[in-house]
């Protein structure tokens, strides 16, 4: 069984930083993406940051230069980042750890609880 448990929300002024931290542990076998997810009241989720099998990262356009997903790989667990530098009001919303697997050619995604993070002076 996956479980994907966030951490490190909260309240943060403008211009501030925060780091937010998951970790996923289980059958991780086949893991295609880990990344971030945020969901704004009244908005659609949408992807942050996510890292890519093989290493690659791709963030969206209003977080590039201000985020930086990394992940550490323990034993049984991986860990995975999200720094957040240079916040603003609009990045207001909750965070979503998120890994997507591909197991006999079937996807499957995981989601964490989410932790809220709220821009505000």
């Known amino acids: 069984q996956v479980q994907l448990v966030e951490s490190g929300g909260g309240l943060v002024q403008p211009g501030g930083s925060l780091r937010l931290s998951c970790a996923v542990s289980?059958?991780?076998?086949?893991?295609?993406?880990m990344g971030w997810y945020r969901q704004a009241p009244g908005k659609e989720r949408e992807v942050v940051a996510q890292i890519i099998t093989g290493g690659s990262t791709d963030y969206a356009e209003s977080v590039k230069g201000r985020f930086t997903i990394s992940r550490d790989i323990a034993k049984n667990t991986v860990y995975l980042y999200l720094q957040m530098n240079s916040l603003k009001p609009e990045d207001t919303a909750v965070y979503y750890c998120h890994m997507k697997t591909i197991v006999r050619g079937s996807w499957y995604d995981y989601w964490g609880q989410g932790t809220q993070v709220t821009v505000s002076s």
């Open positions: 289980g059958s991780i076998f086949g893991a295609y993406t």
